[in-house]
């Protein structure tokens, strides 16, 4: 087994936690009036030294100077963690129902796993994060087209488009997410 069932749900619990530090983070940086310092004047003070060179931080602080700024900001600073939280923990999920049926006399992980309602969708998702957030079908997956999960369809006319709103957010993203911790949480232990 390359990881423990304890592993697994250690991941998931510091994911978990991430996911909800970043977005308590993005109130500081759209909403910079109520916070000080407020993200802008940091941006403008912040400078770090890296390979030989100074990095200074003024244009994120020009960017967050409007609330339109803030939001797109804001918006791919969640979805990048967003990336985080639905791929990871899928890879991880995937690769301990495979090691577990390889051990056990009766594969049955991977079914349960491959046969929940979020699955497919989950999948889809991870592929668009994997390949810079947009949805490329090969023709397994576009037979299964169209695939629907909590309300939220991908079909067809998702081919080459970026994820938005519509096929994946930050709140839909972190029910996702805490489906699968779910089926986690219910992962069977290989036997002695």
Known sequence: MRFTKTEILDYFNREDKNYRLAILCTHWIRDTAHFTPSAISEANSLWMKVAGRTIAFADLADELQDANGREMASARFLLNHLHSLIRVPFELLNDYCEDFDSLAATPVLSYRLK???WYQYTKLIRNAVSHNFR?????KDRAK???TWNGITIDVNCE???ITFETLWHRPGYE???????????LLEPGP
């Open 135 to 139: 949805f490329a079908f090969n023709s």
């Open 145 to 147: 087209l169209p695939i």
């Open 176 to 186: 996702l997410f805490l489906e699968m911790k779910e089926f986690a949480l219910s």
């Open 115 to 117: 046969n929940m309602p």
């Open 160 to 162: 080459g488009n970026e």
